[in-house]
């Protein structure tokens, strides 16, 4: 089957989000398992620290991830008394999860590493090539999902 341009430019574009994306997510893991975590339970330490606390549904959102897997990993962070889960008292239904001492203490000890990594990651780009990268997933990210 013989593609148009803008066919083989959408795939190639596919292709080369995704495997920056997975390469990302491999260089960080490495990072996060050496201090004896996984990606996710960084990505919820991370969350949590910068942003606050949170409940389970804003985690949830907040990384694109699904719920049983953030339950597991929030259950698991708990366990290493790097998190705290406690009933919303406005609604006893929602748990607000937030991060300890113990977590806060772990992800200033990381960060610093993955901030690293990112930087010679993305060395081989210019500032401005990165304003313009930056710029142009902001507007593919206000593409609306389709929903069949």
Partial sequence: MKYSQKDQNNLRM???LSRNTTLLHRRGARIFRK?????MQFAVLEALYHKGPMSIKEIL???LATGGNVTLVIKNLQKL???DSLADPEDRRVRIVSITKRGEEKIEEIFP????DL????????DEEKERLIALL???GRVKEKKE
Avoid: A, N, T
């Fill in 35 to 39: 201090s004896g975590l996984s990606l």
């Fill in 81 to 83: 008394g790097l998190v």
């Fill in 61 to 63: 959102e907040s990384l």
């Fill in 138 to 140: 902001k507007k593919l």
């Fill in 113 to 116: 590493k993955h901030l690293l």
């Fill in 119 to 126: 930087e010679e990651y993305f060395e081989v780009l210019s």
């Fill in 14 to 16: 596919l292709i080369g």
